[in-house]
C-alpha cells in the first residue's frame, strides 16, 4: 500500500504538470454544468411561424344556419408558437426562405366558406397552406410534427365548438327552451314537454283516440331517451379515443434531474475511463512499467492505484459539477450521502473499464481513440429507451449496455439526485460485479504489458 | 551473478538456448552479438522481469538493478521527483538522503529541478542507471546503456560505469558496438541466435577470430568478429 501511495502523488504530480490536462478536467464539468443548467432553466424556445390569416374578418363558421361562437384559433396557434404576421403570401414565402421563421401557416379567405360547406349537400375540403424550407431532414422533421398537431390542435377546437352546438340544439329538442333565428326568438317545447303534454290530454280523449296518442307519448319519450344518449356521443367524437396513461413500469425521474444524472454520468465516464487508462498505458510508454513491478509495486497494486486516482479525481470533478448545477436547479443536498455512494461505485467501475482499455491498448494515443470509441457510443446507446427501436435491437442494447458500467452508473446517480427515483441496490450492485470483472480483464492484460 | 543452462522460448523460437556464464563482484561483463543474438532476453531473464523455461539464474548475495535500454523514468516529473519517487518505493528510511547520494553520483545536483524530458539523452541515462542504482544493487544490469549517446556523452556514461565496478559492483551490460565491448568490458560474452559462442576476456576473442578467421584476423577488431561469427554458422 505504501507503494500505492506514492504512486497516486506521482500521478497527482504529473496531471498538474499537464496545465491544459487539468484546466480540461476542471473546465469540461463546468461548461457541462453550464450548458445543461441553462437548457433545462429556460426550457424549449416556441419555434418562429409565419402567420397569414386571409380570412375576412368577422367571417363566422355556421352549423345549421346559425354562426358558432369564435373559435379563436389564430389565438390558440400563437400560444404554441411565436406568431410573426405576415401581410401577403410574397412576404410568408421570403421569411421561409431566409430561415427568418420555421414555416409559414397560410389560413385562404375561403377556409371558413368551405367549413361551412361541411353541412351542405355539396361539401368542399377546408384547407390551410403550410409554406416550409426543408433545407435539412431533421428541420423538416421539425416543422412537419409541430405543424401536424398544431392543426390536430385546430381541428379538435373547431369540432368541439361544432359539438358543442349541436349538444345545445339537441338540448333544445328535448329539453325545449329559446332559439334565436334570424333576429328573432323563438320559443321551442321540447320533446319532454310534450310528453308531459300529451300525457296530461289523454285521459280526456275518447278511449278510441287513445291508443293513436299514446303511441306518440311513447315515441316523444323515446327519441327524448335517444337523444339524450346522442349528446354524450357528439362530445366524444371531437375527441374519440382519451388517454388513460397507466405507469407499469420504471420510476421515471423529472426530466431535470435526468437530465443532470447524464451530464454527471457523461462527465464522470470520460474523466474516469481516460484518466485511467491514459495513465497506465504511460507507465509502458515511459517504459517504468517492467522497473515498478520488479518488487516495488505488484501489477494489483498499480491497477489499484490508477482505478483509485480516476476514481478521486472523477468524484472531485463530478462534485464540481453537481455543485455547479445548484444555481440553475436545487438539488438535495441532504442526500449527499448517496452522491458520493454513487459516484464512488461508478467511478471503481468505469475506472476498472478504463484499466482494462488501458492495458489492451498500451499506448496512450490509441488510449484515448478507444476510450471515446467505447464510451460515446455506449453512452448514446444507454439512453435509447424502450419502444424507440425494435424489440429485438433494443434487447440487444440492453445486453451491450449491460456490459459497460455507464448505464448503472447512470441509473445510480439518478437514484442518489431522486428521491422518488428508482431504487439504488440494484445499479450498485451491478457496478460492483462489473467492477470485478474488469479488474480481472485488466490484470490478464497486463501480462502483455511485461514483454520487453 | 550466475546463470546456469538458460532456456527461453518465443512459441516454437527458442531465443536462448542453454546459456550459462558467471560473473564475479566488481566485473564488467559485455553482451554482444547480432541483432535477435538473445542480449535483450537474457539480460530481462538476470533481471527477473521473465521467467526461463529452463535452467536457474541467481546472484549470490544484493539486489540486482537493472537498467532498460530506454530510459524508464516519468519525462513530466523533475530529476528530484523521479529520484525521490524510486526512493520511497525502494523504502529507502531516508528517501531525501538517497536522493542527495543519486544526484552526486550522477553529477545532476545543479539540474535537479529540471523536468526530465528537457534533459539531453546522456543525462536522461545517468537519471535512468541512477534509478538502477537505488536498490544499492550488488549486480547491475545494462541493456545497451550507449544507444543514442554521443561520442561525448558516450565516454562520460562508461567513466561512471567504471567508477561502480571499481567500487565493487558486478557489471553486466549489452551492447552492439564490438569497440565499446572491447574497451569496457573485462569480459566477453558473445550470442549468436541463443547459442553463447564465447564467454572471456577480450584477448581471448581476438585469439578465437584469429584461429577461427584468420582470413579477417588482421582488419579491425569488428570485421574480423562478423568473420567469426560468419564461420561459425551465424
Known sequence: ???????????????????????????????????????????????????????PPNTRIDVGGAELPKANVKERICKRVECVFVSDRAEAEEKVESGDVLAALILPADLVNKINSLSTLTPGVPEVEVLVNEENAVKAELVDDRITSLLAQANLTIARRIGAEGGRYLGLLVDGGQFSVLGETVQILGLRTTARILEGVTPALPPNLRPALEEVT?????????????????????????????VVGGASP?????????????????????LVAGSLALEREENAFPRLTRGLVSPGGLLGEKVLLGVAVGLAVTLLMLLGMQFFVPLELGRIGLWLVAILFSGAALGAAGAALGAAAREVRAVSLLAFMVTLPIAF?????????????????????????????????????????PGIGGPLLHLALLCAAYALIARLALRRFAAV | MEATGVVKRFGSREALRGVSFKADPGEQVAVIGPNGAGKTTLLSILAGISKPDEGKVGAANGEIGWVPQQAALYRRLTVEENLLLFARLEGHEDPRGSVEEMLEL?????????????????????????????SRPAVLLLDEPSVGLDPRQRSRLWEFVSALADRGTTVI??????????????????????????????????????????????????????????????
Open chain 2, 106 to 134: 550522477t553529477g545532476l545536483r545543479d539540474r535537479r529541478g529540471e523536468i526530465v524530458a528537457r534533459l539531453s539523452g546522456g543525462n536522461q541515462q545517468r537519471i535512468n542507471i541512477a534509478i538502477g542504482l537505488l
Open chain 1, 218 to 246: 311513447e315515441f316523444a319519450a323515446q327519441a327524448r331517451d335517444n337523444l339524450d344518449v346522442a349528446k354524450p356521443l357528439i362530445d366524444r367524437l371531437a375527441q374519440p379515443i382519451a388517454v388513460d396513461k397507466v
Open chain 2, 173 to 234: 551490460f549489452s551492447t552492439h558496438d564490438i569497440q565499446e565491448a572491447e574497451r569496457y568490458g573485462g569480459r566477453l560474452l558473445v550470442l549468436a541466435d541463443g547459442e553463447a559462442l564465447f564467454d572471456g576476456p577480450p584477448d581471448e576473442l581476438r585469439e578465437a577470430v584469429r584461429r577461427e578467421a584468420p582470413e579477417a584476423a588482421d582488419r579491425d577488431f569488428e570485421t574480423a568478429f562478423v568473420a567469426y561469427l560468419h564461420h561459425r554458422g551465424h
Open chain 1, 381 to 421: 446507446l444507454s439512453l435509447v429507451p424502450s419502444g424507440a427501436v425494435s424489440p429485438v435491437v433494443f434487447d440487444a442494447i440492453r445486453y451491450l449496455t449491460a456490459l459497460f458500467p455507464f448505464k448503472p452508473a447512470l441509473q445510480a446517480i439518478t437514484a442518489a439526485l431522486d428521491e422518488a427515483g
Open chain 1, 254 to 274: 423529472p426530466l431535470e434531474i435526468f437530465a443532470i444524472a447524464v451530464a454527471a454520468t457523461l462527465t464522470l465516464a470520460f474523466v474516469v475511463v481516460l
Open chain 1, 1 to 55: 500500500m505504501r507503494g500505492v501511495r506514492w504512486l497516486l502523488l506521482k500521478d497527482l504530480q504529473i496531471l498538474r504538470r499537464s496545465p491544459l490536462q487539468a484546466v480540461l478536467l476542471v473546465a469540461y464539468p463546468i461548461l457541462i454544468a453550464v450548458l445543461v443548467g441553462f437548457a433545462i432553466s429556460r426550457g424549449p424556445e416556441d419555434p418562429r411561424v409565419a402567420f397569414l390569416n386571409e380570412v
